[in-house]
């Protein structure tokens, strides 16, 4: 035993010796002294630490999910809509509001005598008038009431009035029988304007959670790269450390000068790698920020971010098929699909009422009044002879109030009742639009069969994602573990003279390799768990793939409103 451990260490000897005769006479090369001193002062420096220039803010994952919703433009624009389509829906109903309408003229007429008996007419009139007309919100049905006065003073010896004092009152109401009784053009417009109200809800609940879903997602991306840069810098410092003790060995002479080159070369790689490590930081810090924080703030660009929760790997089962059930009945783009096919549901019902006759039941009501100064009556027999006009005297006065109580005492009564009946000869519009909306209703019915199973597909995907990631994150921390223990092997052989700067170089980039593999692992994980809670909610894309729903009646001829007198 002991003569083998004497011939191990004449091997040992033999080798170094030998390693340093090559090095002496390749040292001897003045071009790899001036490389070898550039790298040893290069690797001399110490590395850039990144320090924030402004205010740093301790930020959880829920402080940082709260902020988002508060502060983030999205969603500030899109919790607009909703009010928008709220006047949208009462421009709708508006036109079911009573319409108010007032009258006052006052005019003058004067006309040339047109026979010998009547002489040049003047007449002077204030009329006055009152109304109301509302199409009704049930029915289809609509009123008209009028209320008109008028004063008439004139010299026409025909009239038996002067000044004459007049008043009517109005009331007429149309009904429809078939056509615009279940559903006419304003009912329609105010149920598809409510559809639309109930689509900015759904659109409102998209943004919320998908912003959700893109801070969480931010926020790990950030603590990822923090936790990449604390890995970098560490292979940093290994390979520094390395760099020292290799430095130290050339100088008692049991490694050759030229190996420090290597050692120095490996440096310089971590510093680069810090330098990307740290660019990412900064770029993860803005995609958070324009994610969370309001952008009128004077700290916006400043601001630091510090999460305080760890991308740690906690495993979660995943049950995909009750995912698979939650999608159907909660993602907002097959909701959005079935409001804009309960739209083509609205449409089809009034294009199958507009191709029914049009029967309309009108009845109308009036009463009229009379009064003002009774003038005694003129004989016409006299005024052939050349006579003048004679002067006409009050009879009697009959005053407005007399007027007034005629009117509304119906004592002069005027009414009727009657039912209009049209049918267009030959194919109408209203048959042409029903046909294409059935076509489109059907189109899309396959759509949406089309969306439930890209949402199916989608949320399969994202919980096999789940899956694969737990088993990278395993993976990827034994394969760290092993690296480490390989290096650790590989620094006591190169201590024992049994191994080479290279492998030892070789196993760092293998740890470095693999704990930010590991790292990126457990990140992937918990954005895959997002990824998983909010497919169930939301495309992960923002509008997925064939999302769009034709609505039934898209470019039919439409007729305009008209309120029935």
């Known amino acids: 035993m002991r003569l083998c451990h004497q011939f191990r260490r004449a091997r040992v000897f033999a080798a170094v010796a030998a390693i340093l005769g090559f090095s002496a006479s390749a040292f001897a090369q003045s071009g790899q002294l001036s490389l070898a001193s550039a790298l040893q002062s290069a690797g001399a420096q110490a590395a850039p630490q990144l320090e924030p220039t402004g205010p740093v803010r301790r930020l959880s994952m829920e402080d940082a999910v709260r902020s988002g919703l508060e502060q983030n433009l999205g969603i500030r624009i899109q919790r607009l809509d909703p009010a928008i389509q709220d006047l949208a829906v009462a421009t709708a109903r508006s036109l079911w509001t009573p319409n108010l309408t007032s009258s006052l003229a006052r005019n003058s007429v004067s006309q040339p005598a047109s026979s010998i008996v009547l002489p040049t007419n003047q007449t002077g009139t204030l009329a006055t008038g009152v109304g109301m007309n509302q199409q009704l919100p049930w ?99 290994l390979s520094q450390q390395s760099l020292h003790d290799n430095e130290k060995r050339v100088e008692i002479g049991t490694m050759a000068p030229i190996d420090i080159v290597q050692a120095q070369a490996e440096v310089a790689a971590n510093e680069q790698g810090v330098i990307i490590a740290e660019a990412t930081i900064k770029t993860a810090q803005d995609n958070l920020r324009t994610l969370i924080l309001d952008p009128s703030s004077q700290d916006f660009w400043t601001v630091s971010f510090d999460p305080s929760d760890a991308p740690a790997f906690a ?72 006579a003048a006009v004679p002067i006409r005297d009050v009879l009697s006065q009959r005053g407005y109030g007399s007027v007034l109580g005629d009117v509304f005492g119906s004592a002069y ?28 209703y059907q189109q899309a019915q396959t759509q949406i069969k089309n969306l439930e199973m890209q949402v199916v597909m989608q949320v399969r995907q994202a919980g096999r994602n789940v899956q694969t990631n737990q088993q990278r994150v395993r993976a ?90």
């Open 139 to 237: 029915g289809g049905g609509g009123y008209v009431i009028n209320w008109n006065n008028q004063r008439t003073t004139t010299n026409n010896i025909l009239s038996t009035f002067s000044p004459q004092l007049q008043s009517t009152f109005n009331l007429a109401y149309s009904q429809p029988l078939v056509r615009n009784f279940s559903i006419d053009q304003i009912r329609d417009q105010v149920m598809l304007s409510q559809k639309a109200r109930d689509m900015s809800d759904i659109q409102l609940q998209q943004v919320i959670t998908g912003t959700t879903r893109n801070v969480r997602n931010a926020y790990w991306d950030l603590a990822y790269s923090i936790a990449n840069l604390k890995a970098q810098q560490q292979s940093l410092e």
């Open 315 to 386: 495993a979660q089962p995943v049950d995909v098929d009750a995912a698979v059930r939650n999608a159907i009945s909660q993602r907002t783009d097959l909701k959005s699909a079935k409001n804009t096919l309960d739209q083509s549901d609205i449409n089809i019902k009034y294009f199958h009422n507009q191709i029914l006759p049009d029967v309309n039941a009108n009845v109308s009501y009036g009463t009229f009044g009379i009064g003002g100064s009774a003038l005694t009556p003129v004989d016409l027999s006299t005024l052939g002879s050349g």
């Open 413 to 440: 009564p005027q009414w009727s009742v009657g039912v209009q009946i049209g049918y267009p000869i030959g194919r109408s519009v209203s048959e042409a639009n029903l046909a294409r909306a059935r076509l489109q």
């Open 476 to 565: 990827a921390a034994a394969s760290r573990e092993l690296q480490e223990r390989k290096l650790e092997a590989e620094e006591k052989k190169l201590a024992a003279g049994m191994s080479s700067s290279f492998l030892v170089f070789q196993a760092q980039r293998d740890l470095s390799v693999a704990r930010v593999t590991e790292i990126q692992a457990i990140s992937d994980y918990n954005k895959s768990l997002v990824d998983f809670d909010a497919v169930q909610l939301v495309p992960l894309n923002g509008v997925a793939t064939g999302t769009f729903v034709t609505t039934a009646g898209t470019g039919s001829i439409q007729a305009p409103i008209t309120l029935r007198q």
